[in-house]
C-alpha cells in the first residue's frame, strides 16, 4: 500500500526539482517536464503549467496503460511512460530546453567524447535522437534508441533528456548535459576537437562507476589506503 505521506513528500520533491530547473537556468517558462516512478505508476507535470505557480497537488497520477488522474499530463507523457517502462535501472525522467544543449540539437549533432565527462552519460557519446513532432510516440521511439545504454541524450531540433535514479541525480546529469554542451559549442568554433579514444573512455567510465561506490579512480586493492596526518 502507497504511503500517503511518502507520497506528499515525493510530489513537494518534485516542485522544488523543477522551481530549480527555471533558476539553474536550464529550463524557460512552461517548457520542460519531469516524472517520476511510484508503486502503482508515475506521477508527472501537468501540460502548460508555469512551475513557479505549480503546486504539489497539480502533480498528475499515470498509469502504464496511459490513463491519469488529475489534470491534463505534459503532452511529452509517452516518452516519460515509455522511458520508466523500459528503464528499471532509473526512476526519473527529466526533459528540458537547455540552450546550449538545444543549439547542438537543432544540428542534430552528438556529443563526442571531445571531454572525458561525457562518460557520465554512460557512454563515449551523447546521442542526439532524430526529430519527430512533440508529444508523439515517434518522438518517444527515437528517445528511447538514443538512450539505449546512456542515461542522457539530445532530442533533435527540441532539448535533452536526463535520466536519474533519484530527482537530483537527474537535475544534476541535466546540468552536466547543459555545461558539456556549452563546452562543445564553444570548442567548435577554434575548429573540430581531438575525441579521446574509445579505450580512453571505457577507463574513465570505469572508474566514474567505482567512484559512485565509493571507491578511489585507483583499481579497488591499489593505493587505498588513507591513513591520517601525523601532528
Not at 498528475?60 to 489534470?71: K, Q, S
Amino acid at each position: 500500500m502507497t504511503d500517503p505521506n511518502a507520497t506528499a513528500t515525493l510530489r513537494r520533491e518534485m516542485v522544488d526539482i523543477c522551481r530549480r530547473m527555471n533558476s539553474s537556468g536550464i529550463n524557460q517558462g512552461t517548457a520542460g517536464n519531469l516524472s517520476v516512478r511510484t508503486e502503482s505508476g508515475f506521477l508527472i507535470t501537468p501540460s502548460s503549467m508555469p512551475y513557479d505557480t505549480m503546486t504539489p497537488d497539480d502533480l498528475v497520477e499515470m498509469d502504464f496503460d496511459g490513463t491519469y488522474v488529475g489534470r491534463r499530463p505534459s503532452s511529452e507523457w509517452r516518452f516519460h511512460r515509455d522511458i520508466l517502462k523500459n528503464r528499471t535501472d532509473i526512476a526519473v525522467v527529466l526533459h528540458c530546453h537547455s540552450m546550449y544543449a538545444t543549439t547542438l540539437a537543432c544540428h542534430h549533432r552528438t556529443i563526442p567524447s571531445f571531454h572525458y565527462m561525457t562518460g557520465v552519460a554512460g557512454g563515449n557519446t551523447i546521442r542526439c535522437a532524430d526529430y519527430a513532432t512533440f508529444g508523439t510516440q515517434a518522438l518517444s521511439d527515437h528517445a528511447l534508441k538514443a538512450l539505449d545504454g546512456r542515461s542522457a541524450c539530445l532530442l533533435g531540433q527540441h532539448g535533452q533528456i536526463s535520466l536519474g535514479k533519484t530527482l537530483e541525480q537527474a537535475l544534476w546529469l541535466a546540468i552536466e548535459v547543459e555545461t558539456l554542451s556549452r563546452m562543445y559549442v564553444q570548442v567548435l568554433t577554434l575548429g573540430e576537437p581531438p575525441i579521446l579514444p574509445d579505450e580512453e573512455m571505457e577507463r574513465v567510465i570505469a572508474q566514474m562507476k567505482r567512484m559512485s561506490y565509493g571507491l578511489g579512480p585507483e583499481a579497488e586493492g591499489s593505493n587505498d589506503v588513507a591513513r591520517p596526518r601525523q601532528a
